[in-house]
């Protein structure tokens, strides 16, 4: 048997180990799931999206079951973003572990003011995700993810808030065209992208006749949604096949950790799958080794973007 | 590492026509459990549901390091449970946990008084076994819609100094609700403190009567569940802690069931609109299994949330 292969990979400039993160909301901040899973062995963790003030979150039931996976309407239930800066990142930056730090707000002002803050106290976060699939106070409530201008907004601000670190603004599959969007954030300064949020979904309870979820319609995860994330993914690196992408969406195994990357993702970010098995991520990342050592594959660049098309 | 491991079943049992047992060796969690935590099962490798079922520690049988087995109780709701109920001995299953806060026990020696509604009593009975090893008095009020949902009453006259059995329907004992006979047990069994596990209204109203007569009082909750272990913010439960240092009444926070809980203070839980049942399909990814809907009971100004995340 050879040397191990080689799974390390590279995100506009920031360097992994392992391919597989954590992905936004499904980890917390790394330190709940720690009792359960060596942080060491993951790719990174995208910690829970933080806001400017603290929000408390939505009215419950926040999630159901569905089939093949759950839709949830949490709200971003966090503590702020001082609260990250004081209290967790100092534990994380102890810890062998990559962070990226997801943010959300609810006007491009705020989305900047986060930035900003992580600038100067930031210390430890190795690149910032932008979730964009947040109600724009400023257009009715319109998602900024949904529309090129508002979403190319929030990215340029971010960007100048935050000179420095790698930028990747995580898109809504819920639009027409998701490489139309993706080519506006690109414009505005993203230096990647994270391909997908949740897809937007409604359950009823026919007894009451009521929506499942309190907030009425959620967001869908789990291996119900991977087919329309590997689309995204494809559509996306088609048009745009120098940039890195971190693909997201029901990635539960190898398998389906090795779709994304063949569709042209240089990562994977595991979520529903941590709350079923929190030490999801270290078994893909050992599956992506067995099966390039299977097939003689030294290095994981060989498979990304490598799709083969029928004649 | 910690809080993940496999169990052998032991063996498969049922109490009554409507209640399944199984029995677990699983010396890890049987070993350092206490009452009113909790553990996750995985029902199977089908991707069609995918999430675990948790359930309350009912039974805890130590045997010594080796061969400890703890017992969880449940009625079929869904896939879940049909997956479970269908398991023989030998089988194996995949267990999170000892998982959440439990109950507290006295520190002295204490009359405490056990109120538990359907399948929701289950925890009741391990912390029962716990209060009377530890020298405490235990007292009993066993509630239910209809007699055939009783969780094991018949161990309650065991193990109850003072018992008393209230179903809905008066298809046993005393015809009402628990909390018609709250007062009165309170009182006759001088109580010095209330554990309470069942539906969620159920929650509120004992609570309600413990405030009344200054009794303080122990919840274990009932809320849907995503993880178990804290990150997916699904189980919260508004929660108004006690005065601050400053003497401020202290801000409605959301609380994880999972990780804060699920035993809280009674007096602490913001019990308002928590009335109406979530539908029995979903109600299997609570550890009792009648968790209820909470209206928007804590102000979100400013804060416009997406549907996801």
């Known amino acids: 048997m050879g040397a191990s292969p080689d799974v390390s990979t590279t995100l506009a400039g920031l360097e992994l180990s392992a391919p597989v993160l954590a992905a936004s909301g499904t980890f917390g901040s790394g330190r709940e799931a720690a009792e359960l899973v060596d942080l060491s062995t993951l790719g990174g963790v995208i910690v829970k999206s933080m806001t400017l003030a603290p929000w408390k979150g939505k009215a419950t039931p926040r999630m159901c079951e569905t089939p093949s996976g759950m839709l949830n309407a949490i709200g971003i239930q966090n503590k702020g973003v001082d609260h990250f800066i004081a209290e967790e990142l100092p534990w994380l930056r102890k810890q062998d572990v990559t962070v990226i730090a997801s943010i959300a707000g609810n006007t491009v002002e705020e989305f900047v003011q986060v930035a900003g803050k992580l600038r100067t106290g930031g210390r430890g976060v190795a690149a910032i995700e932008i979730n964009i699939s947040c109600p724009n106070l400023e257009d009715r409530d319109n998602m900024f993810a949904h529309a090129t201008g508002p979403a190319a907004a929030v990215v340029a601000g971010v960007r100048k808030s935050i000179p420095k670190l790698p930028l990747f603004p995580k898109l809504s599959p819920n639009v027409t065209s998701i490489a139309e969007i993706a080519g506006a954030v690109l414009e505005a300064g993203a230096d990647g992208l994270s391909l997908i949020n949740t897809v937007f979904g409604m359950s009823i309870d026919v007894e009451t006749r009521r929506p499942q979820l309190a907030g009425g319609v959620g967001g869908l995860s789990g291996p119900a949604i991977r087919p329309i994330a590997v689309r995204a993914v494809h559509e996306v690196h088609t048009a745009f096949p120098e940039v890195p992408i971190i693909g997201q969406g029901g990635v539960a195994s190898a398998d389906d950790a090795l779709e994304m990357l063949v569709a042209g993702a240089s990562a994977i970010a595991v979520g529903t799958a941590n709350f079923v098995n929190p030490r999801s991520i270290p078994e893909i990342i050992e599956g992506l080794r067995a099966y390039m050592r299977a097939r003689g594959i030294d290095s994981l660049q060989d498979i990304i973007g490598s799709l083969k098309h029928h004649d | ?309």
């Open chain 2, 1 to 309: 590492m910690m809080r993940m491991s496999s169990g052998e079943i032991l063996s498969h049992k049922k109490y009554g026509d409507a209640f399944h047992s199984l029995t677990i060796v699983a010396p890890d969690i049987g070993e350092r459990v206490v009452p009113g935590q909790f553990i996750n099962v995985r029902c199977g490798r089908d991707r069609s549901f995918i999430l675990r079922r948790p359930f309350s520690v009912y039974r805890v049988h130590k045997r010594g390091g080796w061969a400890s087995t703890i017992e969880i109780v449940f009625d079929l709701r869904g896939p879940g449970t049909r997956y479970l109920s269908e398991l023989r001995s030998h089988s194996i299953v995949d267990l999170m946990g000892p998982l959440g806060r439990g109950f507290t026990l006295p520190k002295n020696r204490a009359h405490c008084l056990l109120v538990g509604g359907g399948i929701g009593a289950a925890p009741l009975f391990f912390l029962a076994d716990e209060l009377r090893n530890d020298g405490h008095r235990v007292d009993v009020i066993l509630g239910a819609r209809s007699s055939r949902l009783l969780l094991n009453p018949i161990d309650v006259r065991r193990l109850a100094s003072v018992y008393r059995i209230t179903t809905d329907d008066g298809t046993a004992g005393q015809k009402g609700r628990v909390t018609d006979a709250l007062s009165e047990m309170i009182d006759r069994c001088e109580s010095d403190v209330v554990y309470t596990c069942g539906p969620h209204p159920m929650l509120a109203a004992v609570a309600g009567v413990c405030a009344d007569k200054k009794v303080p009082v122990q919840v274990a909750v009932e809320e849907l569940m995503g993880c178990g272990f804290g990150v997916c913010m699904t189980c919260v439960i508004p929660v108004r802690p006690g005065k601050s240092r400053r003497g401020n009444a202290a801000e409605i926070s959301y609380q994880r069931s999972c990780t804060d809980g699920p035993v809280f203070n009674g007096a602490s839980v913001v019990w308002d609109g928590a009335t109406e049942i979530v539908s029995s399909g979903q109600s299997e990814l609570s550890p009792g299994g009648t968790p209820a809907r909470q209206g928007v009971v804590v102000d979100s100004t400013g804060e416009h949330a997406p549907p996801g995340n």
